[in-house]
Each structure stands twice: as structure tokens, then as C-alpha cells.
């Protein structure tokens, strides 16, 4: 589509809603304007909803579509990270061709428990990042449970709906560049302070709150069942592991959740909400999630569990760190107005159906860590780490099992 020179069109999934003049800034190309998204959704659907104002993306007319899905950029390449320093620059041209070693800053990130993780800084605008690139190579043999397409596309769509501007900008063979979010990791004593727990209660209800279809299993039963799978081979005896899988996907899934309010709250879950995969920019007091790897449907509450046992940190893990009664509802309060839900059932047994889902959450990282210890290239102690996480599975057993 062609409006003329310096012509804009905003659109919806193809949909020209008007058409902006005067804009001539080409680097809206890469930047596109993505705003208000849900709320346009929800007009499609409920015609009373009154009238959105603002643009929902506005799409370059002058010389060809600048559509979202023309991203990522796809190369036929393999980064390796003892030569990344020197590779690196022939793989993002297309993007940043004006990049060199001599007006770069390459950084490893160590936070990762699964891939590499690389930034790439411009120090000629050191006070502005927005151009910064992340590097994620893959970890060795991490497509035996991880879902590289749904990672992309889940970052696409919370793109889309405006919770998160991570694009992935480019994909090669064994990973993916994706633009940075400006911050810090957090630590475990981060997201107990209360303007940060606000932002994080806010930003997961916003992601819960993407329109889904709603036609997968929980990903905790797939991907229960798929560690297990990749274990048969293992020395250890799993067989009571696998059997209580067996009694979870038939005789408690099915009925744990009672309370019309919360039952087969479906959505699309983060999984992976750990504290270092929450960055907070306190210059602009917002926050943003990173690695989106295990991201699909699940159960809104596995969420909010697998976030609450993170409380315990990722170096020197302490798992007798967990938010109080009290705290628990503070958080739940915030994330239920966001989500237009019912508040009144926020009480202990809304926190106790949550100590379940914990359950389920050490459960999942115990069997991730047995397969980690025997794949990974990456120094960590995974051995060690699913002990503690399979020894808190078996402490908080009984209470997943208290109606067996």
C-alpha cells in the first residue's frame, strides 16, 4: 500500500484505521508506534466500549509496508561464542551498519542459567540505549525442551499488545537479537519493596490480561511430561515422580481450582518470572520481563506461584524466603484490579491454592535442573540446584495431595 511520500497509515492487523501526514522519520521503520492495543481489541469485540483514542501502529507508506511481521530479519548463520566479538558485526548490517568494534561495547550478562546472553552497546550515545542490542545464544541442546518459534512469537505478540517493546530483531540459526530493555536486574531483596512489587503485581496482570484462544493444556502438564520424557534415560529413580505427574494431570488439575472467579484462568503465563528476569529502570520508574523461552498457556496462578517462590533469588537460592499472608494479598489486590476481577476472594484459601501451584513450580525447575546438570555447557551447579528444588516439591507435597 502506497499513500505518497511522507504518508503514514495506522492500522490494526491490516486494517487502515487513518492515515497521518507529515511524518518523514525513517527511523519509525524500526520504531513502530504500538499503543493501546487491548483496549482496541476489546472494542472489535464489544462494539459499546467507547471510542479508543490514540495510534495502534502506524505502518510506513512511502516505499513499501513496514509491516510488524517483517521482523525478525532471518540469517542463515551460526554465532559461536568464543569468536562472537568478530561475528557479530556481519550478522546485524542489516540492522545497525554502521556498528563497528571501535564504537561498540560488547558485554556478557552471567545472570542466565540456560543460554549466553550478550549486550551490545553504542558508546557514542552512551546516555541513550534505546539502539542497544541483546545477543542470546541458544544453550547446547536446549531445543529438546524449548519451544525457539513460541519464544519469538510470544515476544511478538506482548509487542503487539504494548506490555513489552522487546522485538526480536533478528534470528539465525542458533539464537536470536532482540532490543534491550533499560535497567537493572533485580535482586530477591528488589521485588519485595513495595513500589517494585506494585510495577510487577501491574506488568503481570497486563500480560495476563493478552486475548488467548485458549485451546492448549497447561503448560505445566506439557511440560512436566516432556522433562520426564528426556529423563527415562537418567540414573536416577523418577518412578515416584512419575507417578504423582500421572495423579496431577488426572485427579488434581482437573479440580483444584474450585472458585468460579479463578477456574480455567487460562492465559499466557510468563513461567519463567525469576528475579533476574525482571529489570527495573528507576530513572523512568517502569519495569519490564525478559526471557520469554517457556512462555504459553497456563494457569494465571502457576504464575503467580512460580514469581512468588523466585523470591528466594538465583544466586545462592534461599527457598525459605517466601512472601507473607500478608504480602501475598497486597500483591494479589493489585494484580486483581488491574485484571477487573472480583477482590473478595482474595482470602487464605486463595494463598493456599497458591502454596499448590509452588508445589507444582519447585516441581517443574527440579526436573529442568536434573536435565541442565546433564546438557548444559553453562557453569552452574544444577545438581545442587534440583536438590533444593525437588526437596521443596516433597515439603509442600502434602499439601498438593491433601485431598487424595
Excluded at 511520500?5 to 495506522?10: L, N, R, T, Y
Excluded at 542497544?132 to 518459534?149: H, M, N, P, W
Amino acid at each position: 500500500m502506497n499513500n505518497g511520500p511522507g504518508e503514514w497509515a495506522v492500522a490494526y492487523h491490516g486494517t487502515v484505521l487513518k492515515a497521518v501526514k507529515g511524518i518523514t522519520d525513517q527511523r519509525l521503520l524500526q520504531d513502530l508506534v504500538i499503543t493501546d492495543l487491548m483496549k482496541f481489541e476489546a472494542k472489535q469485540q464489544n462494539p459499546s466500549i467507547p471510542d479508543v483514542k490514540g495510534l495502534y501502529v502506524a505502518t510506513h507508506c512511502d516505499g513499501g509496508a513496514a509491516e510488524m511481521n517483517s521482523l525478525p530479519i532471518i540469517e542463515n548463520f551460526n554465532l559461536s561464542f568464543s569468536n562472537v566479538s568478530t561475528e557479530i558485526y556481519s550478522l546485524i548490517n542489516s540492522i545497525r551498519p554502521d556498528w563497528t568494534p571501535l564504537n561498540t561495547r560488547l558485554v556478557t550478562f552471567t545472570e542466565g542459567l540456560t543460554n549466553i546472553i550478550l549486550g551490545l552497546f553504542d558508546i557514542r550515545t552512551p546516555d541513550d540505549e534505546s539502539k542497544t542490542l541483546i545477543i542470546k545464544i541458544y544453550g547446547a541442546q536446549t531445543e529438546l525442551f524449548i519451544d525457539r518459534q513460541a519464544e519469538i512469537n510470544a515476544m511478538r505478540v506482548t509487542s503487539e499488545y504494548s506490555v513489552f517493546s522487546q522485538r526480536v530483531l533478528i534470528q539465525f540459526n542458533n539464537g536470536i537479537i532482540y532490543e534491550y530493555a533499560s535497567g537493572k536486574a533485580c535482586s530477591r531483596e528488589d521485588v519485595r519493596k513495595e513500589n517494585i512489587s506494585r510495577l510487577i503485581a501491574t506488568k503481570l496482570a497486563q500480560f495476563h490480561n493478552i486475548p488467548n484462544q485458549k485451546l492448549e493444556k497447561p503448560y505445566i502438564i506439557i511440560v512436566l511430561r516432556r522433562f520426564i520424557q528426556l529423563l527415562n534415560e537418567c540414573a536416577l529413580d523418577l518412578s515416584s515422580i512419575r507417578l504423582d505427574i500421572d495423579i496431577i494431570e488426572e485427579r488434581i488439575l482437573p479440580y483444584l481450582i474450585s472458585n468460579p472467579e479463578m477456574n480455567k484462568d487460562l492465559v499466557l503465563c510468563h513461567n519463567d518470572l525469576l528475579v533476574k528476569n525482571i529489570i527495573y529502570n528507576e530513572k523512568t520508574q517502569s519495569l519490564s520481563f525478559v526471557d520469554f523461552e517457556y512462555t504459553h498457556i497456563n494457569y494465571a496462578l502457576f504464575d503467580i506461584a512460580n514469581h512468588f517462590v523466585e523470591y528466594a533469588g538465583v544466586d545462592n537460592a534461599d527457598f525459605t524466603i517466601y512472601p507473607t499472608r500478608d504480602e501475598q494479598k497486597k500483591w494479589l489486590a493489585i494484580y486483581f484490579q488491574v485484571r477487573g476481577m472480583n477482590q473478595q476472594i482474595i482470602d487464605d484459601n486463595l494463598c493456599h491454592l497458591i502454596d499448590k501451584f509452588s508445589a507444582l513450580a519447585h516441581l517443574m525447575w527440579g526436573l529442568w535442573a536434573l536435565i541442565q546438570a546433564r546438557i548444559s555447557q553453562l557453569d552452574f551447579d544444577y545438581v545442587n540446584y534440583a536438590n533444593m528444588r525437588i526437596d521443596s516439591y516433597k515439603k509442600l507435597r502434602p499439601i498438593l495431595f491433601e485431598q487424595e
